[in-house]
Structure formats: structure tokens, C-alpha cells
């Protein structure tokens, strides 16, 4: 009888450990997939701190150009209008999570906006007003540089 509970023992002990090793490679590999994920986003946050590197020092030797011209434009802060809002929308063409995107924000928000269900914050304002006089050359390609 001890021979059988010792051949017992070692089979379930044997089918364990065998079902243990087919779960950890099932694992390991499960591990790697997620590395390689991990490391394709660092790329890509990489790769957009990049792009806002670029469009902020460009934003800057444009808003100095402008200080430049009209230095009074600095000591007023920005207002909001909702019809500007969706006047301006509408003239470049973009929907509203085109809109959205350009300035950072969802094209929710927007739509919020445009009803003045809700109003921006004023670092939304600010963004607002940085894209105030773009047209429709501009915005595209200010788009097309977000996208990638």
C-alpha cells in the first residue's frame, strides 16, 4: 500500500510540475509581448514630445514676432466667444474632433463650447487664441504635424 501512495504521490507531483511549466512559458511569453508594447509607446511618447518640442518653439519665435508688432496685445487677456468658436471652425473646415485635436482637447468639448453648455479654462482660452488667426493652410499643416 505504501508503494501505491508513493507512485500516487509522484504522478500528481510529476502532472504538476508539468502543468506549471506549460503556464510559465504561456507567461514568459505573455511578459515579452508586453516589453515589446511597453517599448513601441516609449518610442511614440518619444516621438510626440518631439513634435511638441518643435511646434512650441515655433509657437515662440511666432508669438515674438508678434509681441514685437503690438505689444499691447500681451497685457489683455483672452476672451472666449462661442459663435467665434464655430465661425472659425467652420471656415477652415475642421470637425470638431479635428478642432479638438489642434488644440488638445476632445471634440466633446468643442461641441460643449459651441452651445455654451460649458466654458474653457483659461489654458484653453490661451490655446484658443493662439490659433486665432490661422487659416486654412495653416491648420492643416499644424494638424498634420500632430498626427504624425
Known amino acids: 500500500m505504501a508503494s501505491f501512495n508513493q507512485a500516487f504521490k509522484d504522478e500528481v507531483a510529476?502532472?504538476?510540475r508539468k502543468e506549471v511549466r506549460e503556464e510559465l512559458v504561456t507567461m514568459a511569453k505573455k511578459?515579452?509581448?508586453y516589453r515589446r508594447d511597453i517599448a513601441a509607446l516609449k518610442r511614440q511618447v518619444t516621438d510626440l514630445e518631439r513634435k511638441v518640442a518643435f511646434l512650441e518653439k515655433r509657437e515662440k519665435g511666432r508669438l515674438g514676432e508678434d509681441a514685437e508688432a503690438s505689444p499691447a496685445t500681451d497685457s489683455k487677456p483672452a476672451r472666449f466667444s462661442a459663435a467665434w468658436?464655430?465661425?472659425h471652425r467652420e471656415k477652415i473646415g475642421f470637425s470638431a474632433a479635428d478642432?479638438?485635436?489642434?488644440i488638445g482637447v476632445t471634440a466633446q468639448s468643442i461641441y460643449m463650447w459651441?452651445?455654451?453648455q460649458t466654458a474653457p479654462r483659461r489654458a484653453q482660452i490661451e490655446k484658443?487664441?493662439?490659433i486665432r488667426g490661422i487659416g486654412r493652410r495653416e491648420a492643416l499643416r499644424r494638424f498634420e504635424l500632430l498626427s504624425g
Open 14 to 16: 510529476r502532472l504538476a
Open 31 to 33: 511578459g515579452a509581448q
Open 85 to 87: 468658436l464655430r465661425t
Open 99 to 102: 478642432y479638438g485635436a489642434l
Open 114 to 116: 459651441e452651445r455654451e
Open 128 to 130: 484658443l487664441a493662439s
